[in-house]
């Protein structure tokens, strides 16, 4: 380290560097990312690993792979140079929010209610970049995957912060034509009888809920064809494929004008979804992230 060069940064620029290297997948493309040589940036991890007195890295001919050591130290590494740099952005800019923004949204509710409002946000926050990946696989927010990600549904015990931004009700819907062709299900139990789309996420078993005279239960329902969002479960059913269980908003153009039909909503149990934004909170969450929580949570 040189003499004039104070611990706290030389820590911070090692820190950077492990990242780059983990991200870049090897030592010589990190150096390409940094204006280094590959052999300094070995020997700061080197270095690093002699500090900490673990392996980070394990390194062959072939790739780089990272230790449970060298993971966690990644988490950390993610978290202190994203508060590092929002600290900064903040002080440069007299505290206005600032910065990258990485937002992780499911496909269908992203889409239809999340992408429509960013406009207004970014005008609102102009020095604000927003970074948003539509997914329905969950991002890890602890592992800096993710800044925010917009949720539906119970949620795991964490130690994230979760706000709730809303809810969405689930309908069940088809098609005028499939309904002509098929018949309407006047009972839950007339649907072991129809094409039932579902999604295909991992559960014990696809099973749909319903309420009669004050009692709930579910049945299992079968079908043709699973998807992972709700938008195209609700696109086959109105081209007459089958009947499909989704949340409401994914499909209220679709109900306006005809192309769908909304059934056996007298047996609807109040099939309600929260929907939650989680982030890593406390007295630290960087204000870019403050923002768009605040955001969301007044227009969703």
């Known amino acids: 380290m040189d003499a004039k060069t104070p611990p706290s940064a030389d820590r911070a620029h090692s820190l950077a560097m492990f990242v780059a290297v983990v991200e870049q997948g090897s030592f010589s493309a990190a150096a390409r990312l940094l204006g280094l040589s590959p052999s300094a940036v070995s020997r700061t991890i080197d270095r690093i690993e002699v500090r900490l007195g673990v392996r980070l890295l394990l390194r062959s001919t072939r790739a780089l792979s990272i230790t449970a050591e060298g993971q966690a130290y990644l988490q950390a590494a993610r978290r202190i140079l994203a508060d590092l740099d929002d600290a900064e952005q903040q002080i440069a800019d007299q505290g206005a929010?600032?910065?990258?923004?990485?937002?992780?949204?499911?496909?269908?509710?992203?889409r239809l209610c999340v992408v429509p409002l960013l406009g207004e946000f970014?005008?609102?926050?102009?020095?604000?970049?927003?970074?948003?990946?539509?997914?329905?696989t969950l991002v890890d927010i602890a592992a800096g995957q993710a800044d925010?990600?917009?949720?539906f549904g119970p949620l795991a015990d964490s130690a994230l912060t979760a706000r709730k931004l809303g809810e969405t009700r689930r309908v069940i819907v088809a098609s005028p034509d499939y309904l002509s062709r098929f018949g309407t299900p006047q009972v839950p139990e007339d649907l072991h009888h129809h094409n039932c789309l579902n999604f295909n996420f991992r559960r014990v078993e696809p099973v749909w809920p319903f309420s009669r005279a004050g009692r709930d239960f579910a049945l299992t329902v079968k079908g043709s064809i699973e998807a992972n969002n709700g938008e195209t479960l609700g696109q086959l059913a109105a081209i007459g494929v089958g009947i499909a269980r989704v949340g409401a908003f994914s499909v209220v153009q679709e109900i306006a004008d005809g192309r769908l039909v909304p059934i056996l909503e007298d047996f609807n149990p109040g099939d309600v979804e929260a929907i939650h934004a989680v982030f890593v909170g406390g007295a630290t969450t960087p204000a870019r992230i403050r923002a768009f929580v605040d955001f969301m949570a007044g227009r969703l």
């Open 97 to 110: 929010p600032r910065g990258r923004l990485r937002v992780s949204a499911a496909l269908s509710h992203g």
């Open 122 to 136: 970014a005008a609102l926050y102009p020095h604000i970049l927003v970074d948003i990946a539509l997914t329905d």
């Open 148 to 151: 925010v990600a917009i949720r």
